[in-house]
């Protein structure tokens, strides 16, 4: 009904002042603190906490967390499509309770624990993040009207990128240096739930927006009939 309204109009109505789109770019900045908070300082992480570790330790972490990453938005996808059937808040929920999960036992597991234990919870924390990072961009474009689908998932991409990431990076290094892993881990943990929430948030409204699709699409069916 929109779609012959100006471009600027639409931007600031779907995309600028639109509460799920605003709550995404939110959430957004958490997943990617997430994602390179546990990332960024992986081979620092190991080589301190494990006794004998060096930096080749390090790296195998580092890339065995990507590569898992690869799996994981691959099967948050699915997952998305195939049983929450296109709620996209379902999947994001079930992938970011995951890390919080697997985060606190990373953070809780004994120095003394064989190195194998350590890159498990790396893959999982890994596969289930990107999840997440790739759904937040998916609800962004399916949320809006198409003429700023595009223009919407920019937008929290953006968040993402620049506020996320360099909380991420310069940030968790300063909780680092001056408070220790306990706190920089308690601190992540804390990020998982306000992710959580937010996206329990968007999922209510995307849920009614779903129901509203399915009701027009229903109505139209029956107007050709």
């Known amino acids: 009904k929109e779609k012959n309204l100006p471009w600027k109009t639409m931007l600031f109505k779907h ?3 639109n509460r799920v789109v605003v709550l995404l770019a939110i ?3 958490f997943v990617y603190t997430l994602r390179y908070g546990v990332l960024s300082w992986i081979p620092v992480y190991l080589t301190d906490v494990i006794h004998g570790a060096n930096i080749k330790t390090g790296i195998i972490g580092f890339a065995i967390y990507e590569l898992a990453g690869i799996v994981g938005t691959i099967l948050c996808g699915w997952i998305s499509d195939k049983v929450f059937k296109g709620w996209r808040s379902g999947a994001g929920m079930l992938f970011i309770a995951g890390v919080g999960i697997a985060l606190v ?3 809780q597991l004994p120095a003394t624990a064989p190195i194998w234990i350590f890159y498990v919870l790396i893959a999982i924390i890994g596969g289930l993040i990107y999840g997440p990072v790739m759904l937040i961009g998916l ?3 399916d949320l809006s009207p198409r003429e700023v689908a595009g223009t919407a998932a920019g937008f929290t991409g953006m968040f ?3 506020l996320g990431a360099t909380l991420a ?3 968790v290094g300063i909780l ?3 408070f220790g892993w306990n706190v920089t881990y308690a601190t ?3 990020i998982v739930v306000l992710a959580f929430v937010l996206m329990m948030i968007v999922g209510k409204d995307e849920r009614k927006m779903m129901e509203a699709r399915e009701e027009l699409i229903r109505l139209e069916t029956q107007g050709n009939e």
């Open 15 to 17: 995309v600028l002042t």
């Open 27 to 29: 959430a957004n900045v």
């Open 105 to 107: 036992a990373y953070w």
């Open 139 to 141: 609800q962004a474009i």
């Open 160 to 162: 993402g990128y620049l």
């Open 169 to 171: 990076s310069t940030g």
């Open 176 to 178: 680092i240096d001056r």
């Open 188 to 190: 992540l943990t804390a």
